[in-house]
Protein backbone atom coordinates (compact mmCIF):
# COMPACT_ATOMS: atom_id res chain seq x y z
CA UNK A 1 0.00 0.00 0.00
CA UNK A 2 2.79 2.04 0.97
CA UNK A 3 4.27 1.87 -1.94
CA UNK A 4 1.42 2.65 -4.08
CA UNK A 5 1.12 5.83 -2.34
CA UNK A 6 4.67 6.99 -3.46
CA UNK A 7 3.95 5.79 -7.14
CA UNK A 8 0.66 7.86 -6.92
CA UNK A 9 2.42 10.52 -5.77
CA UNK A 10 5.11 11.07 -8.18
CA UNK A 11 2.53 11.64 -10.97
CA UNK A 12 1.39 14.55 -9.34
CA UNK A 13 2.87 17.30 -11.49
CA UNK A 14 1.77 20.01 -8.83
CA UNK A 15 4.18 20.28 -5.96
CA UNK A 16 2.45 22.18 -3.93
CA UNK A 17 -0.70 19.55 -4.69
CA UNK A 18 1.95 16.74 -4.19
CA UNK A 19 3.06 18.18 -0.56
CA UNK A 20 -0.59 18.61 0.84
CA UNK A 21 -1.52 15.13 -0.35
CA UNK A 22 1.51 13.48 1.07
CA UNK A 23 0.99 15.22 4.30
CA UNK A 24 -2.54 14.09 4.01
CA UNK A 25 -1.25 10.27 4.10
CA UNK A 26 1.47 10.64 6.46
CA UNK A 27 -1.38 12.05 8.98
CA UNK A 28 -3.93 9.55 8.29
CA UNK A 29 -3.82 6.97 5.91
CA UNK A 30 0.17 5.94 6.85
CA UNK A 31 -1.32 4.93 10.29
CA UNK A 32 -4.32 3.37 9.06
CA UNK A 33 -1.63 1.11 6.67
CA UNK A 34 0.18 0.35 9.44
CA UNK A 35 -2.41 -0.62 11.87
CA UNK A 36 -3.38 -3.03 9.07
CA UNK A 37 -0.36 -4.33 8.39
CA UNK A 38 -0.02 -5.17 11.75
CA UNK A 39 -3.48 -6.51 12.23
CA UNK A 40 -3.01 -9.12 9.34
CA UNK A 41 -0.08 -10.11 10.62
CA UNK A 42 -1.31 -11.21 13.84
CA UNK A 43 -4.16 -12.48 12.03
CA UNK A 44 -1.77 -14.92 10.05
CA UNK A 45 0.58 -15.92 13.36
CA UNK A 46 -2.72 -17.28 15.16
CA UNK A 47 -4.10 -19.05 12.10
CA UNK A 48 -0.57 -20.89 12.12
CA UNK A 49 -0.52 -21.43 15.25
CA UNK A 50 -3.64 -23.09 15.80
CA UNK A 51 -2.50 -25.53 13.38
CA UNK A 52 -0.27 -27.27 16.05
CA UNK A 53 3.04 -28.66 14.50
CA UNK A 54 4.22 -31.47 16.76
CA UNK A 55 6.16 -33.43 13.93
CA UNK A 56 8.69 -30.32 14.31
CA UNK A 57 10.21 -31.50 17.25
CA UNK A 58 10.75 -34.79 15.46
CA UNK A 59 13.18 -33.50 12.80
CA UNK A 60 16.48 -35.74 12.72
CA UNK A 61 19.66 -34.07 11.76
CA UNK A 62 23.01 -35.83 10.79
CA UNK A 63 26.53 -35.15 10.53
CA UNK A 64 29.90 -37.56 9.94
CA UNK A 65 33.01 -36.81 11.95
CA UNK A 66 36.07 -38.46 12.61
CA UNK A 67 36.92 -40.57 16.06
CA UNK A 68 39.60 -37.65 17.10
CA UNK A 69 37.45 -34.84 16.17
CA UNK A 70 33.86 -35.97 17.65
CA UNK A 71 33.23 -33.40 20.45
CA UNK A 72 32.05 -35.55 23.45
CA UNK A 73 29.84 -32.02 24.86
CA UNK A 74 28.01 -31.58 21.65
CA UNK A 75 24.94 -29.56 22.34
CA UNK A 76 22.59 -31.97 20.04
CA UNK A 77 25.05 -34.82 17.80
CA UNK A 78 25.18 -37.78 19.42
CA UNK A 79 27.02 -41.18 18.25
CA UNK A 80 24.75 -43.58 16.24
CA UNK A 81 26.65 -46.44 18.14
CA UNK A 82 28.40 -45.20 21.06
CA UNK A 83 31.09 -48.63 20.24
CA UNK A 84 32.25 -46.12 17.56
CA UNK A 85 33.16 -43.61 19.68
CA UNK A 86 34.60 -46.14 22.74
CA UNK A 87 38.41 -47.30 22.97
CA UNK A 88 38.97 -50.61 21.87
CA UNK A 89 40.65 -51.88 24.64
CA UNK A 90 41.55 -55.92 23.79
CA UNK A 91 40.53 -55.81 20.21
CA UNK A 92 43.56 -57.86 19.08
CA UNK A 93 42.19 -60.25 22.18
CA UNK A 94 38.82 -60.42 20.42
CA UNK A 95 40.49 -61.27 16.99
CA UNK A 96 42.57 -63.89 18.53
CA UNK A 97 39.60 -65.53 20.52
CA UNK A 98 37.72 -65.74 17.67
CA UNK A 99 40.34 -67.26 15.19
CA UNK A 100 40.90 -69.90 18.14
CA UNK A 101 37.20 -70.68 18.46
CA UNK A 102 37.04 -70.67 14.45
CA UNK A 103 34.13 -68.03 14.63
CA UNK A 104 33.74 -65.24 12.22
CA UNK A 105 36.40 -62.48 12.42
CA UNK A 106 35.63 -58.51 11.99
CA UNK A 107 38.79 -56.04 11.62
CA UNK A 108 35.77 -52.90 11.92
CA UNK A 109 34.89 -50.43 9.54
CA UNK A 110 35.34 -48.23 6.71
CA UNK A 111 33.86 -45.42 5.22
CA UNK A 112 34.30 -44.96 1.53
CA UNK A 113 33.77 -41.34 0.31
CA UNK A 114 32.64 -41.96 -3.52
CA UNK A 115 29.09 -40.97 -5.17
CA UNK A 116 26.54 -43.40 -4.91
CA UNK A 117 26.91 -44.77 -8.59
CA UNK A 118 30.89 -45.48 -7.96
CA UNK A 119 29.90 -46.98 -4.74
CA UNK A 120 26.98 -49.26 -6.49
CA UNK A 121 29.89 -50.47 -9.11
CA UNK A 122 31.79 -50.96 -6.24
CA UNK A 123 29.22 -53.30 -3.96
CA UNK A 124 28.68 -55.03 -7.36
CA UNK A 125 32.11 -55.76 -7.79
CA UNK A 126 32.71 -56.86 -4.23
CA UNK A 127 31.01 -60.19 -4.73
CA UNK A 128 33.70 -63.26 -4.20
CA UNK A 129 36.17 -60.35 -4.17
CA UNK A 130 38.96 -61.38 -1.73
CA UNK A 131 41.92 -58.40 -0.68
CA UNK A 132 45.24 -59.89 0.79
CA UNK A 133 46.37 -58.88 3.99
CA UNK A 134 49.22 -59.23 6.69
CA UNK A 135 48.61 -60.38 10.51
CA UNK A 136 51.59 -59.71 12.20
CA UNK A 137 52.06 -61.95 15.64
CA UNK A 138 54.87 -62.11 17.97
CA UNK A 139 55.95 -65.17 16.40
CA UNK A 140 55.66 -64.34 12.37
CA UNK A 141 53.51 -62.58 9.94
CA UNK A 142 50.41 -64.86 8.66
CA UNK A 143 49.27 -64.20 4.68
CA UNK A 144 44.99 -63.43 5.36
CA UNK A 145 42.41 -62.93 2.73
CA UNK A 146 39.70 -60.23 3.47
CA UNK A 147 36.17 -59.23 2.11
CA UNK A 148 34.24 -56.47 2.84
CA UNK A 149 30.12 -56.49 3.04
CA UNK A 150 28.16 -53.71 3.45
CA UNK A 151 27.65 -53.00 6.85
CA UNK A 152 23.65 -52.47 7.74
CA UNK A 153 24.04 -52.08 11.45
CA UNK A 154 23.16 -47.77 11.55
CA UNK A 155 20.01 -49.35 8.51
CA UNK A 156 18.98 -51.50 11.82
CA UNK A 157 18.88 -48.45 14.21
CA UNK A 158 16.70 -46.39 11.53
CA UNK A 159 14.29 -49.33 10.89
CA UNK A 160 14.01 -49.78 14.80
CA UNK A 161 13.18 -46.32 15.60
CA UNK A 162 10.58 -46.95 12.68
CA UNK A 163 9.03 -49.38 14.82
CA UNK A 164 9.40 -46.62 17.91
CA UNK A 165 7.51 -44.07 15.71
CA UNK A 166 4.80 -46.13 15.27
CA UNK A 167 4.59 -47.66 18.83
CA UNK A 168 4.76 -43.78 19.39
CA UNK A 169 1.48 -43.36 17.25
CA UNK A 170 3.80 -40.75 15.52
CA UNK A 171 3.94 -40.00 11.70
CA UNK A 172 6.93 -41.89 10.02
CA UNK A 173 9.54 -39.15 7.96
CA UNK A 174 11.88 -40.19 5.81
CA UNK A 175 15.39 -39.94 7.43
CA UNK A 176 18.07 -37.90 5.36
CA UNK A 177 21.22 -39.79 6.97
CA UNK A 178 23.56 -40.08 3.53
CA UNK A 179 26.70 -41.28 5.53
CA UNK A 180 25.88 -44.65 6.95
CA UNK A 181 25.04 -46.37 3.79
CA UNK A 182 28.47 -46.13 2.30
CA UNK A 183 30.24 -48.05 5.60
CA UNK A 184 31.93 -51.34 5.04
CA UNK A 185 32.62 -53.99 7.45
CA UNK A 186 36.26 -55.83 6.93
CA UNK A 187 35.75 -59.51 7.70
CA UNK A 188 38.38 -62.20 7.66
CA UNK A 189 38.00 -64.59 4.76
CA UNK A 190 40.37 -67.02 5.09
CA UNK A 191 41.71 -69.88 7.39
CA UNK A 192 44.58 -68.77 10.10
CA UNK A 193 46.31 -70.86 12.43
CA UNK A 194 47.80 -69.30 15.39
CA UNK A 195 49.36 -70.98 18.60
CA UNK A 196 47.75 -70.18 21.75
CA UNK A 197 50.77 -68.56 22.74
CA UNK A 198 50.93 -66.55 20.06
CA UNK A 199 49.92 -62.93 20.43
CA UNK A 200 48.55 -61.13 17.81
CA UNK A 201 50.39 -57.02 17.29
CA UNK A 202 49.31 -55.51 14.41
CA UNK A 203 46.88 -56.05 11.23
CA UNK A 204 47.16 -54.32 7.54
CA UNK A 205 45.76 -55.13 4.52
CA UNK A 206 45.56 -53.61 0.68
CA UNK A 207 42.33 -52.78 -0.60
CA UNK A 208 44.13 -51.95 -3.95
CA UNK A 209 41.81 -49.18 -6.09
CA UNK A 210 39.74 -48.41 -3.18
CA UNK A 211 42.43 -47.31 -1.17
CA UNK A 212 41.64 -43.43 -2.39
CA UNK A 213 37.76 -43.81 -1.18
CA UNK A 214 38.65 -45.49 2.32
CA UNK A 215 38.60 -43.41 5.70
CA UNK A 216 38.96 -44.69 9.09
CA UNK A 217 37.72 -44.39 12.55
CA UNK A 218 34.54 -42.35 11.00
CA UNK A 219 31.26 -41.87 13.70
CA UNK A 220 27.49 -41.04 11.89
CA UNK A 221 25.89 -38.68 13.92
CA UNK A 222 22.62 -37.85 14.60
CA UNK A 223 20.74 -35.45 16.68
CA UNK A 224 18.61 -38.77 18.98
CA UNK A 225 19.84 -39.07 23.11
CA UNK A 226 18.55 -42.24 24.56
CA UNK A 227 17.93 -41.96 28.77
CA UNK A 228 16.28 -43.77 31.34
CA UNK A 229 13.66 -42.11 33.28
CA UNK A 230 11.06 -43.44 36.10
CA UNK A 231 7.36 -42.84 36.61
CA UNK A 232 7.12 -39.08 38.35
CA UNK A 233 4.36 -41.32 40.87
CA UNK A 234 2.40 -44.53 41.30
CA UNK A 235 0.40 -45.83 38.64
CA UNK A 236 -3.03 -45.09 38.69
CA UNK A 237 -6.02 -47.70 37.24
CA UNK A 238 -6.63 -46.90 33.48
CA UNK A 239 -10.56 -46.04 32.62
CA UNK A 240 -10.78 -50.09 31.33
CA UNK A 241 -10.15 -51.42 34.35
CA UNK A 242 -7.56 -53.15 33.01
CA UNK A 243 -4.43 -50.80 32.42
CA UNK A 244 -2.58 -48.47 34.20
CA UNK A 245 -1.43 -45.15 33.32
CA UNK A 246 1.89 -44.55 34.31
CA UNK A 247 2.91 -40.45 34.25
CA UNK A 248 5.97 -38.78 33.25
CA UNK A 249 6.34 -34.97 33.79
CA UNK A 250 8.31 -33.43 31.31
CA UNK A 251 8.48 -29.94 33.06
CA UNK A 252 12.31 -30.56 33.60
CA UNK A 253 12.90 -31.24 30.13
CA UNK A 254 13.74 -28.84 26.94
CA UNK A 255 10.46 -28.28 25.54
CA UNK A 256 11.87 -27.24 22.41
CA UNK A 257 12.83 -31.40 22.05
CA UNK A 258 10.75 -34.29 21.06
CA UNK A 259 10.04 -37.23 23.14
CA UNK A 260 9.52 -40.84 22.31
CA UNK A 261 8.98 -43.96 24.24
CA UNK A 262 11.12 -46.93 23.33
CA UNK A 263 9.02 -49.91 24.53
CA UNK A 264 11.63 -52.29 24.82
CA UNK A 265 9.40 -55.17 25.25
CA UNK A 266 7.03 -53.78 27.29
CA UNK A 267 3.30 -53.85 26.85
CA UNK A 268 2.50 -50.53 25.78
CA UNK A 269 -1.04 -49.63 24.90
CA UNK A 270 -0.96 -46.24 24.42
CA UNK A 271 0.96 -43.09 24.73
CA UNK A 272 -1.10 -39.70 25.49
CA UNK A 273 1.14 -36.59 24.86
CA UNK A 274 0.83 -33.26 26.68
CA UNK A 275 2.64 -30.02 27.38
CA UNK A 276 4.08 -30.95 30.62
CA UNK A 277 3.35 -34.67 30.74
CA UNK A 278 3.87 -38.33 28.59
CA UNK A 279 0.85 -40.67 29.61
CA UNK A 280 1.75 -44.47 29.05
CA UNK A 281 -0.86 -46.73 29.39
CA UNK A 282 0.50 -49.92 30.36
CA UNK A 283 -0.74 -53.70 31.96
CA UNK A 284 2.11 -53.21 33.92
CA UNK A 285 0.69 -51.75 37.75
CA UNK A 286 4.40 -51.20 39.26
CA UNK A 287 6.56 -48.58 38.96
CA UNK A 288 8.72 -48.71 35.84
CA UNK A 289 11.71 -47.33 34.44
CA UNK A 290 11.14 -46.37 31.15
CA UNK A 291 13.55 -45.40 28.26
CA UNK A 292 13.22 -42.32 26.45
CA UNK A 293 14.75 -41.06 23.29
CA UNK A 294 15.03 -37.27 23.00
CA UNK A 295 14.91 -36.13 19.42
CA UNK A 296 17.28 -32.64 20.57
CA UNK A 297 16.56 -29.66 18.18
CA UNK A 298 19.09 -26.92 16.99
CA UNK A 299 18.60 -23.47 18.21
CA UNK A 300 19.88 -22.45 14.87
CA UNK A 301 19.88 -24.43 11.79
CA UNK A 302 22.99 -24.23 10.10
CA UNK A 303 22.48 -24.04 6.20
CA UNK A 304 24.52 -26.94 5.83
CA UNK A 305 23.22 -28.97 8.53
CA UNK A 306 21.50 -32.29 6.72
CA UNK A 307 18.51 -33.48 7.92
CA UNK A 308 14.83 -33.76 7.58
CA UNK A 309 13.75 -30.58 8.37
CA UNK A 310 11.20 -28.51 6.64
CA UNK A 311 10.16 -25.53 5.82
CA UNK A 312 7.37 -23.95 8.04
CA UNK A 313 4.70 -22.62 5.88
CA UNK A 314 0.92 -22.89 6.46
CA UNK A 315 0.29 -24.32 3.24
CA UNK A 316 2.18 -27.88 4.40
CA UNK A 317 1.27 -27.92 7.98
CA UNK A 318 -2.45 -27.38 6.32
CA UNK A 319 -2.07 -30.41 3.59
CA UNK A 320 -0.53 -32.64 6.56
CA UNK A 321 -2.98 -32.54 9.09
CA UNK A 322 -5.77 -32.82 6.30
CA UNK A 323 -4.18 -35.33 5.08
CA UNK A 324 -4.45 -34.16 1.71
CA UNK A 325 -3.63 -36.10 -1.47
CA UNK A 326 -1.17 -35.20 -4.02
CA UNK A 327 -2.10 -34.97 -7.20
CA UNK A 328 -0.38 -32.69 -9.50
CA UNK A 329 3.50 -31.76 -10.19
CA UNK A 330 3.19 -28.65 -8.83
CA UNK A 331 2.13 -30.42 -5.18
CA UNK A 332 5.16 -32.86 -5.81
CA UNK A 333 7.64 -29.77 -5.65
CA UNK A 334 6.18 -28.30 -2.77
CA UNK A 335 6.67 -31.60 -0.82
CA UNK A 336 10.20 -31.18 -2.37
CA UNK A 337 11.26 -27.54 -2.19
CA UNK A 338 9.85 -27.56 1.50
CA UNK A 339 13.50 -29.25 2.75
CA UNK A 340 15.95 -26.89 3.60
CA UNK A 341 18.37 -29.40 3.25
CA UNK A 342 17.66 -29.66 -0.06
CA UNK A 343 18.09 -26.43 -1.88
CA UNK A 344 21.16 -27.56 -4.52
CA UNK A 345 18.43 -29.92 -5.96
CA UNK A 346 15.49 -29.05 -8.29
CA UNK A 347 13.26 -31.35 -9.64
CA UNK A 348 12.72 -30.67 -13.47
CA UNK A 349 10.15 -33.36 -14.53
CA UNK A 350 8.25 -36.38 -13.74
CA UNK A 351 7.32 -39.60 -15.79
CA UNK A 352 5.26 -42.39 -15.30
CA UNK A 353 7.07 -45.60 -17.23
CA UNK A 354 7.02 -48.90 -17.34
CA UNK A 355 9.50 -50.84 -15.38
CA UNK A 356 12.04 -51.54 -18.31
CA UNK A 357 12.20 -47.91 -19.13
CA UNK A 358 13.25 -46.82 -15.59
CA UNK A 359 16.42 -45.00 -15.14
CA UNK A 360 17.37 -45.76 -11.55
CA UNK A 361 20.35 -43.86 -9.60
CA UNK A 362 18.75 -43.69 -6.49
CA UNK A 363 18.25 -46.09 -3.54
CA UNK A 364 15.37 -46.55 -0.79
CA UNK A 365 15.91 -45.05 2.85
CA UNK A 366 12.79 -46.55 3.55
CA UNK A 367 13.30 -50.60 2.47
CA UNK A 368 11.70 -51.50 5.72
CA UNK A 369 8.55 -50.36 4.95
CA UNK A 370 6.73 -53.57 3.23
CA UNK A 371 3.33 -53.19 0.79
CA UNK A 372 1.24 -56.13 1.25
CA UNK A 373 -1.54 -55.06 -0.99
CA UNK A 374 0.26 -54.08 -3.94
CA UNK A 375 2.43 -56.20 -6.09
CA UNK A 376 5.83 -55.32 -6.89
CA UNK A 377 5.65 -57.02 -10.55
CA UNK A 378 2.17 -54.41 -11.27
CA UNK A 379 3.94 -51.26 -10.23
CA UNK A 380 4.58 -49.23 -12.78
CA UNK A 381 7.32 -46.46 -12.52
CA UNK A 382 7.14 -42.60 -11.34
CA UNK A 383 10.14 -41.58 -13.32
CA UNK A 384 11.77 -38.36 -11.05
CA UNK A 385 14.11 -36.09 -12.69
CA UNK A 386 16.38 -33.62 -10.74
CA UNK A 387 19.04 -30.66 -11.50
CA UNK A 388 21.80 -29.90 -9.48
CA UNK A 389 23.32 -26.40 -8.91
CA UNK A 390 26.27 -28.36 -7.13
CA UNK A 391 27.38 -32.08 -7.75
CA UNK A 392 29.06 -33.24 -4.46
CA UNK A 393 29.19 -36.85 -3.37
CA UNK A 394 26.22 -36.87 -1.23
CA UNK A 395 24.05 -35.30 -4.73
CA UNK A 396 22.34 -38.49 -5.11
CA UNK A 397 22.14 -39.19 -1.98
CA UNK A 398 19.70 -35.88 -1.56
CA UNK A 399 17.75 -37.95 -4.44
CA UNK A 400 17.22 -40.75 -2.68
CA UNK A 401 16.05 -39.03 -0.25
CA UNK A 402 13.65 -36.74 -1.85
CA UNK A 403 12.40 -39.80 -4.38
CA UNK A 404 11.99 -42.21 -0.71
CA UNK A 405 10.04 -38.96 0.84
CA UNK A 406 7.65 -39.09 -2.64
CA UNK A 407 7.25 -42.61 -2.79
CA UNK A 408 5.02 -42.46 0.46
CA UNK A 409 2.27 -40.39 -0.84
CA UNK A 410 2.35 -42.81 -4.19
CA UNK A 411 2.43 -46.65 -2.95
CA UNK A 412 1.22 -47.61 -5.92
CA UNK A 413 4.29 -46.73 -8.07
CA UNK A 414 8.08 -47.42 -7.81
CA UNK A 415 9.67 -44.15 -7.54
CA UNK A 416 13.03 -43.75 -9.00
CA UNK A 417 14.91 -40.83 -9.58
CA UNK A 418 17.94 -39.83 -12.39
CA UNK A 419 20.21 -36.62 -12.31
CA UNK A 420 19.72 -34.73 -15.66
Known amino acids: MEKLFQDRLKKIDNLEDR ?11 SGLVKHTQSELKALETRIFNEIEDVESKFDIYASLVSKEMFDPIHPFLYPMNVADISEQEGFFEDIKEAVLKNEEVQFGKIFLACDYLELRQIVNLLVDRQFS ?23 RQIEELYSIFIENDMPWRTIFQPYIYKFMRIELDSTVTLQSKEEITAVSFDLEELEPYQHVNQVPLWNI ?19 YEHTIYMNFYDQMSGYLVDPQGLDISFIRREDDALTITSANERVLQWSLLQVIQP ?5 KLLGNHRVELFTDRFSRKEGQI ?12 AFTAMKDVVLEKVDIREASQAI ?4 ALNPFIKDNIRQDTTKKVMQLFFKTTELTMITRDKMSFLVSEIQLYFPEFHCVGALL
Not at 133 to 155: A, C, F, N, R, W
Not at 225 to 243: E, G, L, R, T
Not at 326 to 337: A, F, G, T, Y
Not at 360 to 363: A, K, Q, S
Open 225 to 243: KPFQVKNASFPIPAQDHVN
Open 360 to 363: EETY
Open 133 to 155: GELVTTMGVHPIQIKLVVEDSYL
Open 299 to 303: REIQD
Open 326 to 337: VRSMCEISRIIN
Open 19 to 29: KLLKDILNGVF
